[in-house]
């Protein structure tokens, strides 16, 4: 059984950075893509970014593109998610997430094992 566990959320001002990290047990960056998704009160559950099992290919969505960065410590089985000059809008619940396989835009649905969230609040 795979455990996904989601750190490094807060609440920062825009402009600021965060640093979002998503630990991993077992061995699951060798069969798992992984992806960061966000979850607005409100509003339906979005892709942030995606990266394969390789960490060959990655696609952000253009919200965050420029801005975030995603990265995997395989040897510590740990997925970050780099996030700066955040925004109001990025203000959500984040989530991190394993999938069989990545590709563009990925849906929630694709996702096998979930995290249980971090909140991420950015305020004007």
């Known amino acids: 059984q795979v455990q996904l566990v989601e750190s490094g959320g807060g609440l920062v001002q825009a402009g600021g950075s965060l640093r979002l990290s998503c630990a991993a047990s077992?061995?699951?960056?060798?069969?798992?893509?992984m992806t960061w998704f966000r979850q607005a009160p409100g509003k339906e559950r979005e892709l942030v970014v995606s990266?394969?099992?390789?960490?060959?290919?990655?696609y952000y969505a253009d919200s965050v593109r420029g801005r975030f960065v995603i990265s995997k410590d395989s040897p510590g089985n740990t997925v970050f998610l780099q996030m700066n000059n955040l925004k109001p809008e990025d203000t959500a619940v984040y989530f991190c997430s394993a999938s069989l396989g990545v590709h563009g835009p990925m849906d929630p649905s694709e996702a096998v094992y979930w995290g249980q969230g971090t909140q991420v609040t950015v305020s004007s």
């Open positions: 077992g061995d699951i960056f060798s069969r798992y893509g």
């Open positions: 990266i394969s099992r390789t960490s060959a290919f990655i």
